[in-house]
C-alpha cells in the first residue's frame, strides 16, 4: 500500500480492480482544506480512461511493472507474437490488446511491451516508425502549383499523405500519435 502522493506518471495502480496506467498527476491543495491527488487513469484491460481524486487518506496500490524490448515477429489466429532477443522467448498479445498499434506493427521491429505482474498488457508504440510504401499512385503532371500530397498505402495497411516525390519499396517514417507523414528514410 502507498500514499495517493507517491503515485507518478507511468507507474501502474490497481483501482476498483484492474490496473490502470497513470497518464496525468497533479497534487492540489485548497486554502485551508486538506490537499488531494488529481490523476488521470487509462484502464489497461478496457482502454477507457477516466479522471478521480485521491484524498491523502486514501491508499492505493502499486503494481509492479517491467518493459521490455521485444521484437515484432508476426500474427495468425492465436494473436500478435513479440520475440525476445535475447531469450527467444514468444510473447502472445491478443489483438484486443493491440487495437489501433497493429497499423505501426512491422515484422522484425522493437517495441516497447508494458508487463504487469509478468502479464504483457500494453504495446507502447514509439513516437515515430519507419514502415514500407506497398502502393502509390503516380503524381499527375501539373499537379505542383501548391504543396500537393497523395495518399500511399504502407506495408501494414495505413494510409498516409505523403509528398508526390513517393514511390513503391521507398521507406517513409510516419508518426505515431497522428498518422502523419515525416519524412523519407
Not at 18 to 39: D, K, N
Amino acid at each position: 500500500m502507498a500514499s495517493p502522493t507517491e503515485i507518478r506518471k507511468g507507474k501502474v495502480i490497481l483501482y476498483q480492480g484492474s490496473p490502470h496506467l497513470v497518464l496525468e498527476m497533479i497534487h492540489r491543495t485548497q486554502g485551508r482544506q486538506a490537499g488531494f491527488v488529481q490523476v488521470t487513469l487509462r484502464n489497461l484491460n478496457s482502454g477507457s480512461s477516466t479522471n478521480t481524486k485521491l484524498r491523502g487518506s486514501d491508499e492505493v496500490t502499486l503494481l509492479p511493472t517491467d518493459t521490455r524490448r521485444l521484437e515484432y515477429s508476426y500474427n495468425d489466429q492465436e494473436g500478435y507474437h513479440f520475440l525476445d532477443i535475447d531469450t527467444y522467448e514468444d510473447t502472445v498479445l491478443p489483438e484486443e490488446m493491440i487495437k489501433d498499434a497493429k497499423l505501426f506493427l512491422s515484422e522484425r521491429n522493437g517495441y516497447d511491451i508494458l508487463f504487469v505482474d509478468e502479464k504483457a498488457v500494453q504495446v507502447q508504440l514509439p513516437p515515430a516508425v519507419d514502415l514500407k510504401v506497398v502502393e502509390a499512385p503516380d503524381a499527375i503532371r501539373g499537379d505542383t502549383a501548391s504543396a500537393a500530397l497523395k495518399p500511399v498505402t504502407t506495408e501494414t495497411g495505413l494510409i498516409v499523405q505523403t509528398p508526390l516525390f513517393i514511390k513503391r519499396d521507398d521507406t517513409i517514417k510516419v508518426s505515431s500519435s497522428d498518422k502523419s507523414y515525416l519524412g523519407r528514410v
